[in-house]
Nanobody, 125 residues
Framework: EVQLQASGGGLVQAGGSLRLSCAAS????????IGWFRQAAGKERERVSCISNSDGSTFFADSVKGRFTISSDNAKNTVYLQMNSLKPEDTAVYYC??????????????????WGQGTLVTVSS
């Protein structure tokens, strides 16, 4: 059974940093793309960042480029999202997802995706 455990959310002031973790189990980690998505109250889900463990390619939404980084620790089956220079508009529930194809990083067809529970990030002004 594929399980994704997201953690690391919290309350931070604008300009601060947080690191989210997505621990995966029950899958061949090296063959999966892992993505971070977020959904703010009253808004649609947004793809924030994604990494392909098979080739290391990454994706970042324009809204987070230069502020967020994504990394993968294959030994721990964990993907990290380092979020710096946080803004109030980054406030959302953040979810991680895994899919055995890089399509996770670019397309909104999530038929093969697994999702973790969300972790709330609140950025105060």
């Amino acid at each position: 059974e594929v399980q994704l455990q997201a953690s690391g959310g919290g309350l931070v002031q604008a300009g601060g940093s947080l690191r989210l973790s997505c621990a995966a189990s029950g899958l061949s980690f090296d063959d999966y793309a892992i993505g971070w998505f977020r959904q703010a109250a009253g808004k649609e889900r947004e793809r924030v960042s994604c990494i392909s463990n098979s080739d290391g390619s990454t994706f970042f939404a324009d809204s987070v480029k230069g502020r967020f980084t994504i990394s993968s620790d294959n030994a721990k089956n964990t993907v990290y999202l380092q979020m710096n220079s946080l803004k109030p508009e980054d406030t959302a529930v953040y979810y991680c997802a895994a899919e055995p194809t890089i399509h996770l990083c670019y397309y909104n067809d999530f038929a093969r995706a697994y999702w973790g529970q969300g972790t709330l990030v609140t950025v105060s002004s």
